[in-house]
Nanobody, 125 residues
């Protein structure tokens, strides 16, 4: 599957952005999807994930209540709605796919089989 992330940009603290990740090449509904981010000088970290049906979602503590992951299987797209953005959310955001009909919280990089190219999110203070 090929993944194309978009929607990043520059936003002031407290603002919002919605990231999109469009998939192609394989039935999208068979994939568990995740978002990760990597800030300068830091390791890539888990942000949020969603099961193949959208019934189960997971997010890291630092974004809980601010970020929402969702998916539209008809459009082969997963979204990350980011509200109340903080300067510490500044990073390159990556979407990832794992072929799975499971609902386990896949939060590790090595759990995922395919990665998108990343989209830059910059939050100014």
């Amino acid at each position: 599957v090929q993944l194309q992330a978009s929607g990043g940009g520059l936003v002031q603290a407290g603002g919002s952005l919605r990231l999109s990740c469009a998939a192609s090449g394989h039935p999208f509904s068979s994939y568990f999807m995740g978002w990760f981010r990597q800030a300068p000088g830091k390791e890539r970290e888990f942000v949020a994930a969603i099961s193949w049906s959208g019934a189960r979602t997971y997010s890291t503590d630092s974004v809980m209540g601010r970020f929402t992951i969702s998916r539209d299987n008809a459009k082969s797209t997963v979204y990350l709605q980011m509200n109340s953005l903080k300067p510490e959310d500044t990073a390159v955001y990556y979407c990832a796919a794992k072929r799975s009909y499971g609902t386990s919280p896949y939060t590790g990089e090595r759990d995922y089989d395919f990665w998108g190219q990343g989209t830059q999110v910059t939050v100014s203070s």
